[in-house]
């Protein structure tokens, strides 16, 4: 029998690679290069584990880049001064988020996902979930964000405030990675150790815009003011409140 009309017909067509004819590879989509089927089941695993990432990766970066420009366009429309200068948007999306992401990328293949039901074929990466994650990601960045920089346009000047809601919004991003691991479990439920790589990039990242803060020609070409003790507590609190809510959010239907 020529199978290699079936192959082209079917939906996914597999092939030997070692066993098959030349014909049939060429025809089929997939082709085994150890002639063993049970080599689909690990394919299928770590393709479910591949798609998972991206999307974990895009909704924790859409819904980062949502929220900058909730917070700017917020401002404009209220008549405040801008609250963060292009360069401080252009450190954000570059190096900020990118650890963070890159980490997500890399998140392990969670147990039972053979378990789920396949996709629809054509299902988008961002579906209406996603999308609705990232409504909620960008109303929490902005608001926290925003909040910190009236707070502070009223008790210091202006540079001091936009330090405080530049490295505020920031924190919000980074520490936020910890709830995009998982849609349905908490971060502490996953525990650290399973994603050493997104502890260390989140450290990194803190680490690194905190430093913006110390020395005097980073402050000078951010434009930033340094930041006491008092102030570095009241940006790591806040910047943990979308997290929370986040974590918190999860196993709800909202």
């Known amino acids: 029998v020529n199978d290699a009309p079936a192959l082209r017909e079917a939906h996914v067509g597999v092939a030997m690679g070692s066993g098959g004819t ?10 085994l290069t150890d002639d063993n089927f049970a080599s689909l089941v690990a394919g299928i695993h770590e393709g479910r584990g591949v798609f998972d990432n991206i999307r974990k990766a895009l909704v924790f970066l859409v819904g980062g ?8 366009l917020l401002a404009s429309l209220s008549g405040l001064p801008l609250p963060l200068v292009p360069l401080h948007l252009l450190w954000i ?3 900020t988020d990118g650890f963070p992401a890159l980490a997500l990328a890399m998140e392990p293949v969670p147990a039972g996902v053979m378990a789920r039901p396949p996709k629809t074929p054509g299902e988008p990466i961002l579906g209406r979930t996603e999308w609705r994650t990232v409504l909620w990601i960008a109303v929490l960045d902005a608001g926290v964000t925003l909040g910190m920089f009236v707070w502070a346009l009223g008790a210091h000047d202006l540079a001091t405030a936009r330090s405080l809601a530049f490295t505020t919004l920031v924190l919000c991003e980074v520490l936020r990675s910890f709830a995009a691991r998982s849609a349905e479990q908490r ?4 525990g650290l150790a399973t994603n050493a790589r997104l502890a260390w990039a989140v450290g990194v990242s803190i680490a690194v815009q905190f430093g913006l803060h110390l020395l005097p020609w980073t402050r000078a070409v951010f434009g930033l003011a340094p930041l006491g003790l008092v102030e570095v507590g009241l940006v790591l609190s806040l910047g943990a409140i979308p997290l929370v809510v986040l974590e918190l959010r999860k196993g709800l239907v909202v």
């Open 22 to 31: 030349e014909v049939t590879r060429e025809a089929a989509d997939i082709v």
């Open 65 to 72: 880049n949502a929220g900058e420009l909730l917070v700017m």
């Open 93 to 95: 999306n570059l190096v």
């Open 187 to 190: 971060a502490l439920t996953l």
